[in-house]
Structure formats: structure tokens, C-alpha cells
């Protein structure tokens, strides 16, 4: 994901989904965060990645949480070494399918990455509607079926909004009348299907990796913004407001 969207913190919550009493994890180094039974592991100084992560397999280290995926160089290094080990790694993109069109040019075969790769997660942050001073209100159905949400939908949430002749509300201590507070992450997951390796094999663009997952419906970071707004945590101006300066 893009700077400043908690990819670092979603790599870590990756991390902790894994059983870590029955893997043996480690770290490239400090992790900085309080990992339970995960090892950080110290590189000589002068050590290149290839010989660190051969260190760690040498001590059967089955699940390793690399430095990030910034470069051709470590790209190489980690795809040469996944026959050994999980590595789990962040790098900076778009979204999923530009991320693997960007391994692609990086590693130079897509056979590789189309075997080596289990999946990528991504996730964009959006403000979540002020608890206290959302207001409700009933959506036109025919615009809930344009923008692809449940035509029974009864209510939806937003900022509220005050008709023309109505007197003003009580500024709202909470959120000091901005109508949001607090943030909430949506996901897009890439799942490495046969079918989607079968694909990322022939070295395809973005596009082709969108409509295959599309085709094989991956949730993607738009369906769940949508969600949040049916579960009444964001608002539909919210949404249209993070994925215009996209």
C-alpha cells in the first residue's frame, strides 16, 4: 500500500494470525513491535540479506518477516530463498495487481513469482463517522442500486447535514462538528488461485490481474468501503472523498 495507510501494522497483523507455537518466526532484525514467541534476529554487520536468511534457515526459522520490498536487489533475494521459508514482506503500491506487475519487472520471471507468491493484502484508511452526531437517514433505492448497494438497504449514516430553515445543532463535543472521528482500514486480497497463477505465468498487466480477480470475486478495497457503509461506520461522501485523491 501507499505511504502512510498502516501497511506496517497490517504486516503485523499478519504476522500474529500465524500459530507461534507451531512456526518457528523470526525477524529481520528489531521488529520495534512486542511479537509473542516471534525471534528478532540480529544480521552480522556486512551481511547481505541472502546470507542472513540462510542463517536463520540453518537454525530452522520456517516463517521470516523480511525488511521491505523497495528494489530489484531484495525482490531477488527473497524469491530465491521462498522454497525454504514464509517470508512475509511489505512494499509500496497502488494496490495488489500493481504490486505484482512491479515483482514481475523485478524479478525478471514470472514463473517464479507466479510459484513463489501465497497472496498480497492491502489496506486504505478512511475516517469513520462521529459516534455521537452521525445522522440517519433513508437512501433512494434506485441510487443504492447505481453505486452497488443492497436495494433494501433501509438506512444509511452521514455527517450531519442541517435543512435549509432548521435551526443549527449543539456543536458536538466529540468530533468539534467535523462529523468524523477516528479511522477504520479497508482490505483487498489477492488470493494466489491455479487459475490466477496460471495468469501472472504469462507476464500480464494490472488490468488483466483486476478482471481475473474480478472473475474470481476477491474482495476488493472498493466492496469493502461499501460495507463499511452499510454497517454505518463511514459514509458514502466519505468513501467517493478517499477514492477521488486516489
Known amino acids: 500500500g501507499p505511504a502512510g495507510s498502516g501497511v506496517t501494522t497490517l504486516k503485523y497483523v499478519v504476522v500474529r494470525g500465524v500459530d507461534c507455537f507451531t512456526h518457528q518466526i523470526f525477524t529481520v532484525g528489531e521488529s520495534g513491535r512486542k511479537l509473542e514467541n516471534v525471534t528478532a534476529f540480529k544480521p552480522n554487520e556486512g551481511d547481505s ?11 530452522d526459522g520456517d516463517i521470516v518477516v523480511t525488511p521491505d520490498v523497495r528494489d530489484a536487489d531484495t525482490a531477488k533475494s527473497l524469491f530465491k530463498d521462498l522454497e525454504h521459508a514464509a517470508l512475509i514482506a511489505e512494499m509500496p503500491g497502488k494496490d495488489p495487481p500493481a504490486a505484482v506487475v512491479q515483482l514481475l519487472e523485478w524479478i525478471g520471471d514470472p514463473a517464479l513469482v507466479a510459484k513463489g507468491l501465497n497472496g498480497l493484502i492491502m489496506q486504505k484508511l478512511i475516517r469513520t463517522l462521529c459516534s455521537k452526531c452521525k445522522q440517519a437517514y433513508r437512501p433512494n433505492p434506485q441510487f443504492l442500486k447505481k453505486v452497488g448497494l ?21 456543536t458536538c463535543g466529540k468530533c468539534g462538528d467535523l462529523g468524523y ?14 487459475d490466477m497463477r ?19 470475486k476477491m474482495l476488493t478495497v472498493q466492496q469493502d468501503a461499501l460495507r463499511l457503509v452499510t454497517e454505518g461506520k463511514t459514509s458514502l461522501e466519505e468513501v467517493q472523498r478517499v477514492f477521488k485523491a486516489s
Open 49 to 59: 540479506l541472502t546470507t542472513t536468511l540462510e542463517r536463520i534457515f540453518r537454525i
Open 150 to 170: 443492497p436495494e433494501d438497504l433501509k438506512v444509511m449514516y452521514r455527517k450531519p447535514k442541517v435543512e435549509e430553515g432548521e435551526p443549527e445543532p449543539d
Open 181 to 194: 472521528f477516528g479511522q477504520v482500514p479497508m482490505f483487498e486480497l489477492l488470493e494466489m488461485t491455479a
Open 198 to 216: 496460471a495468469l501472472i505465468a504469462t507476464k500480464p498487466d494490472a488490468s488483466a490481474i483486476r478482471a481475473q480477480a474480478k472473475k474470481e
